[in-house]
């Protein structure tokens, strides 16, 4: 059992930054891999960036290469997401998520939702133009 909490999500401006956290409790953090994921109201819940369980292998959508950065600390048990140069496309609820079954980053695999067995309740980000 894997319990997830995010936080760090709020209202900020076209080009502004926000940094997203997870903090994770229960099956032991390290052993597998953490994804972050966004809804829109209305819109599917899409895949925004997955880790590998030591961080050295990371996945990003397209939509947000070279903007957002995933990490994770291994020894807080947590990860994070640093979204810059924020956009208003970029409003959603932004949701982290465990695959407990995986260690390592598959780019068929972790831009997936359904292979992700827990979820956090999710933060609200938006951003305004």
């Known amino acids: 059992q894997v319990q997830l909490v995010e936080s760090g999500g709020g209202l900020v401006q076209a080009g502004g930054s926000l940094r997203l956290s997870c903090a994770a409790s229960g099956r032991t953090f390290s052993s597998y891999v953490m994804g972050w994921f966004r809804q829109a109201p209305g819109k599917e819940r899409d895949f925004v960036a997955a880790i590998s369980w030591n961080g050295g292998s990371t996945l990003y959508a397209d939509s947000v290469k070279g903007r957002f950065t995933i990490s994770r600390d291994n020894r807080k048990n947590m990860v994070y997401l640093q979204m810059n140069s924020l956009k208003p496309e970029d409003t959603a609820s932004y949701y982290c998520?465990?695959?407990?079954?995986?260690?390592?980053?598959?780019?068929?695999?972790?831009?997936?939702?359904?292979?992700?067995?827990?979820w956090g309740q999710g933060t609200q980000v938006t951003v305004s133009s």
């Open positions: 998520a465990a695959d407990i079954n995986y260690s390592g980053v598959l780019y068929g695999r972790h831009g997936n939702s359904y292979e992700y067995d827990y």
